[in-house]
């Protein structure tokens, strides 16, 4: 089936230290979205990468759509206690509609 | 206003209950959707509605009966849930159900689950 594979499950850093988590997944996308959920909270909207090859950034976080639509990255520089959580990318497909593919999310844990 | 909010926050319930969940958006987003989470888990999508109609069953139990009064409300109505149903239900609004790639999603905080 569709699948969206993300690395790693989990990540342990210290404060100050970088952060990068993985998604790919086994068709092309139209779009990727990602979401942060904190603990005991609920998914948030964070953004939407569509154009092939696409870069956006916010502040500390980075986000990278490959050029063959399949893959996608999330870079946070210098991780704050702040930036704990799970993180989801989510790939949508043209023919899925409303239908958005998650992946398994990364957990992670800021040392102070 | 970006929020969608969910009642109960929390709710218990044995296996023979009946219960609804209930989402509203005033967002003016014309589609809306449920989801199941469990612990560590991504959310698992359940039901799509598009202009209150049902878009998308992914094949849910019939256990779970949704419900679209109107373009702001979503219902989720509940009957002899397993433990197992145990999890937390997800609500979440976008814009419309686009063709060419899909809307961003507002989630709601959800209703934590525990079937007894």
């Known amino acids: 089936g569709q699948q969206v594979m993300q690395i790693p499950q989990y990540q342990h850093v210290q404060e100050g230290e970088d952060f990068t988590t993985y998604c790919n997944s086994s068709t092309t996308l139209s779009n990727i979205q990602w979401y942060k959920q904190r603990p005991g909270g609920h998914p948030v909207f964070l953004i939407q990468l569509v154009k092939s090859g696409e870069v956006k950034k916010q502040k500390r976080l980075t986000f990278q759509f490959g050029e063959a639509k399949k893959n996608s990255s999330l870079h946070i520089t210098a991780t704050q206690t702040t930036d704990v959580g799970t993180y989801f990318c989510a790939g949508g497909r043209l023919t899925s509609y409303g239908k958005l593919t998650f992946g398994q999310g990364t957990i992670l844990t800021v040392h102070p | 206003d970006t929020e969608v909010t969910q009642t109960p926050k929390h709710l218990v319930m044995g296996m023979t209950n009946k219960k609804s969940l209930k989402c509203e958006q005033h967002m003016g987003h014309r589609a809306m959707y449920w989801y199941k989470q469990k612990a560590k888990k991504p959310p698992e999508l359940m039901f799509v509605?598009?202009?209150?109609?049902?878009?998308i069953n992914e094949s849910v139990p019939s256990r779970f009966s949704p419900e679209c009064p109107n373009s702001s409300l979503l219902n989720l109505h509940l009957h002899a849930l397993q433990p197992e149903d145990s999890a937390l239900y997800l609500c979440a609004s976008s814009q419309n159900i686009a063709v060419k790639y899909q809307e961003t999603q507002y989630f709601g905080p959800g209703t934590r689950l525990l079937v007894l």
């Open positions: 509605y598009s202009y209150e109609k049902l878009s």
